[in-house]
C-alpha cells in the first residue's frame, strides 16, 4: 500500500506543534470558526496587515474570502488561509461590529 508522508529537515523542530498544525488544517466544513460573514477583521497580505471584511467561509476548503477595504477590484479579495491569528485576526477598529450594522435599517411595513 502506498503511503504520503511529510518530512521536516531541521534542527529544534516542534514536531507536536507541526503536527497539530497539519491536522488543523484538514478540511472541515462543520468546523466552528472565529469570525462570521461580516465580521472586520485584519488579513496578512504580502508582509503587512490589510483591514477588509469576511465575504464567505469555506469555499473550495479554505476557511475565510475577505475583501480588502484599501484595494480597488479586481485586487480586493484575498483568502485566509488558516484560521489563526498569524493569517486574520479581529480589527480592533471595528472590534465587535460587523458589516450588516453598516446598512441602512430594512423598511417598515
Known amino acids: 500500500a502506498r503511503t504520503n508522508r511529510f518530512v ?3 534542527k529544534g523542530l516542534n514536531h507536536q506543534y507541526l503536527k497539530s498544525g497539519f491536522e488543523y488544517c484538514k478540511y472541515q466544513e462543520d468546523r466552528q470558526l472565529r469570525f462570521p460573514i461580516g465580521t472586520f477583521v485584519l488579513a496578512y ?8 471584511v469576511v465575504t464567505d ?6 476557511p475565510y474570502r475577505v475583501q480588502l477595504l484599501n484595494h480597488p477590484p479586481p485586487r480586493n479579495e484575498v483568502f485566509a488561509p488558516i484560521d489563526t491569528d498569524d493569517c486574520i485576526r ?20
Open 8 to 10: 521536516f529537515i531541521g
Open 45 to 52: 497580505v504580502g508582509q503587512r496587515w490589510e483591514p477588509g
Open 57 to 62: 467561509q469555506w469555499e473550495h476548503g479554505i
Open 90 to 109: 479581529i480589527s480592533p477598529a471595528y472590534d465587535g461590529m460587523e458589516m450588516q450594522a453598516q446598512l441602512p435599517p430594512p423598511a417598515q411595513e
